[in-house]
């Protein structure tokens, strides 16, 4: 089964930048789609960006021209970088990978998330 580890959250300024980076470990088929998901504080939880496997890119739409989100297949990693951050962007951003299993099944995994703090 694959697991995920986030990392790069932070305090940082508005205005500031952050890049968030998620690395997928152990064992499965195949890694399909990656997301960023992010939750803040008395909210549900949200869709931030999407990669499918062939690099194709979906964002929500506050934070469209503002996040990128990449991808590097041989190093299974996803990476969001994140510009122009603002105080509504403060949340604890989740890595998600929708996998084929070793046992071909499909499995959805969550990272535990890293917290991204932006002042005012």
């Known amino acids: 089964q694959v697991q995920l580890a986030e990392s790069g959250g932070g305090l940082v300024q508005a205005g500031g930048s952050l890049r968030l980076s998620c690395v997928a470990s152990?064992?499965?088929?195949?890694?399909?789609?990656m997301y960023w998901y992010r939750q803040a504080s008395g909210k549900q939880r949200e869709l931030v960006a999407g990669?499918?496997?062939?690099?194709?890119?979906s964002y929500a739409d506050s934070v469209q021209g503002r996040f990128t989100i990449s991808r590097d297949n041989a190093k299974n990693t996803v990476d969001l970088d994140m510009n122009n951050l603002k105080p509504d962007d403060t949340a604890v951003y989740y890595c998600?990978?929708?996998?084929?299993?070793?046992?071909?099944?499909?499995?959805?995994?969550w990272g535990q998330g890293t917290l991204v703090t932006v002042s005012s």
């Open positions: 152990g064992s499965a088929a195949s890694i399909n789609t």
């Open positions: 990669i499918g496997s062939g690099g194709d890119t």
């Open positions: 998600k990978a929708g996998t084929i299993t070793t046992s071909y099944k499909y499995l959805e995994v």
